[in-house]
């Protein structure tokens, strides 16, 4: 066999075994998920415009986010997807999101440091 016919056949090899590495680690991500707060960053560039760019919203309608606890998190957007809370923005932006999604969005809110300071 020609030197480049052979590499062929080893590249089409490790293809192969790359696609199903692959396939077997997003089959690991769904079974358990960890929090991936990196994601979750580029999952929230669709919130930022309500929420703003790093959890801290202008809008006086619009709570923060920004190191609120990822558990609140996580909880206030399963109970917009489920419809136990509900809110017009927040039932229409929760819909779509997996568990995985959320998940990721909470570690990445929950990850921001946020300080607070009481009045003199
Ligand atoms: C169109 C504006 C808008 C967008 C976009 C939006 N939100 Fe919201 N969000 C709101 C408003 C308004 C509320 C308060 C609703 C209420 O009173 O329950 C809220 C509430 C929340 C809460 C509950 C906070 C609390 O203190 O109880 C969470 C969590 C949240 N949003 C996460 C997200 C995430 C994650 C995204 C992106 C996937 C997102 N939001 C996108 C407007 C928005």
């Not at 998920?33 to 929420?51: E, F, I, P, R, Y």
Request: net charge positive; charged share 25%.
């Amino acid at each position: 066999m020609p030197p480049d016919a052979l590499q062929g056949k080893i590249m089409k090899r490790l293809t192969q075994s790359g696609a199903l590495a692959v396939a077997a680690l997003s089959l690991s991500v769904t079974s358990s998920h960890a929090a991936d707060a990196k994601n979750g960053q580029v999952l929230a560039k669709k919130c930022t415009v309500c929420h703003g760019k790093i959890g801290v919203s202008n809008d006086p309608e619009v709570p923060n986010l920004a190191g609120q606890s990822a558990f609140y998190i996580e909880k206030a957007l399963k109970d917009y997807r489920q419809g136990t809370r509900e809110d017009r923005r927040m039932t229409l932006m929760a819909k779509p999101l997996e568990d995985a999604d959320i998940k990721d969005l909470a570690a990445w809110y929950a990850s921001i440091k946020f300080t607070a300071e009481a009045p003199e």
